[in-house]
């Protein structure tokens, strides 16, 4: 029985493959890897992996692709379900004895409502689905498939018991066949990496407690299970084989950092390799590690700051302090690794006051680069939980009919249209400085392509603070 594994056409920008970050349009287009859906793909013999928003597929071109297989499997989230559910249904018209199975985040909270919301939808898969979504390729009845919930013919919703959690990673195949079989690598692009670029993860689930974090708390836990380093260390050596072009990899795992020694064993064995790679790191390693990783190949850390406020720190569980991110930074500066800092405004706590104070922060800190996001209350996240429970919610959707984000929280000391506001007022004082501008010029001036492509990205920022609707 073929497999389509599918992320379907939306929004045109919206990023539904996103790994361990958020779903959203982004202020300069931007796609990550479908790497969670790749890495079931490469589980199936006879299927296939379609990513159509990097590739420009519309609906016409998905269900032209979808027309040839008796299983499909979608990744869908919470910004885009309606959308998925509407392409699902278009899938169903077309051919009606397509059975067609939902995964990721918002189906795996929310099973029963997903089942409910949409008839197309057969089953759903839930938590960490790998093994799940090979079982139902190769035909067994849904009834005896551990981790999904499904639609029986008499129309009841059954669940199934759950399927434990991968804990040796190493059974996993590789995705770098189904990346060379079926993606265009050239498609995917990120402001702050190389061009083109590759990711992959080492390991899934993060010890962190992040009330907002999505994956840890409904897909991946907050267990970090992972790969062994040769298992790594092999695969790169075969990435870099097959990809010649790629010019940066980044880790995905949500904190790559988070055993330490793990992660410089890692980074020894890539050492030989000559590879430039970065990853998702929290701002709590020390100058000697960060110098060893530099030595071996390391070229940025991606890290959540957050906020510049102590009290929400500590209200959102991020486990590190102002402080702590402030030696982290220096260190980082002192060993000439980069940093792209990424902040999150609405968070409980939040106020006109903090705001200033995260915006001081970061300009203190003085990264390389940095993204402004809102908060997300996401089904399956403890801030969701508080949301609903303090009366927090100012709107039921978290993006806008453009695909960027709504402010969808207000509190007592700040309404969510200040939050929203908040953000371009945040991006403007950071931006325009002196030290900013001319880094960015600096690379511009360094190499024609990337000229080429910050020009666009500064088109594409100033486009996108306009069309963003309070």
Known sequence: MGTLFLCPPGIAGFDGGAGSRYQARR??????????????????????????????????????????????????????????????????????????????????????????????????????????????????????????????????ILHNAERELIADMDVLPWVADVYRRDLDIRRYAVGYLHHPYLSLYTGRGCPAQCTFCLWPQTIGGNRYRVRSPQNVADEMAYLKRLFPEVKEFFFDDDTFTANLPRARAIAEKLRPLGLTWSCNSRANVNEETIRFLRDCGLRLFLVGY????????????????????????????????????????????????????????????????????????????????????????????????????????????ISHEEIFEAVERFYHRWYFRSGPILRIVKTMLSDRDVCVRRLREGYEFFRSMSERQG
């Open 306 to 413: 957050e906020s510049g406020d102590d009290q929400i720190l500590r209200n959102i569980k991020k486990g590190v302090g102002t402080d702590q991110m402030r030696a982290f930074t220096r260190a980082c500066h002192r060993a000439d690794v980069t940093i792209h800092g990424t902040f999150i405004l609405g968070l409980p706590g939040e106020t006109p006051e903090t705001i200033e104070r995260t915006i001081q922060f970061a300009q203190e800190l003085d990264m390389f680069s940095l993204q402004v996001s809102l908060a997300a209350p996401y089904p399956g996240t403890e801030l969701y939980e508080q949301a609903r429970a303090n009366g927090w919610f100012a709107r039921p959707d978290i993006i806008q009919a453009g695909g960027y984000q709504n402010s969808a929280l207000t509190y007592p000391e």
């Open 27 to 156: 202020e300069v287009t931007s796609y990550w890897y479908p790497t969670w859906l790749a890495q079931a793909a490469a589980l199936v013999p006879q299927s296939r992996l379609l990513d159509c928003p990097p590739h420009g597929l519309d609906l016409a071109g998905c269900l032209a692709a979808a027309k040839d297989f008796d299983q499909v499997i979608i990744n869908s989230s919470t910004p885009s379900f309606a959308n998925d559910c509407q392409v699902a249904e278009a899938i169903k018209r077309q051919r009606p004895d397509t059975r067609i199975g939902f995964v990721g985040a918002h189906a795996a909270t929310l099973p029963t409502d997903t089942l409910k919301s949409c008839r197309a939808i057969d089953w759903v898969g839930h938590r960490e689905f790998d093994f799940t979504c090979q079982e139902v390729a190769e035909g067994r009845p849904l009834a005896g498939i551990r981790g999904l919930s499904y639609r029986s013919p008499e129309g009841r």
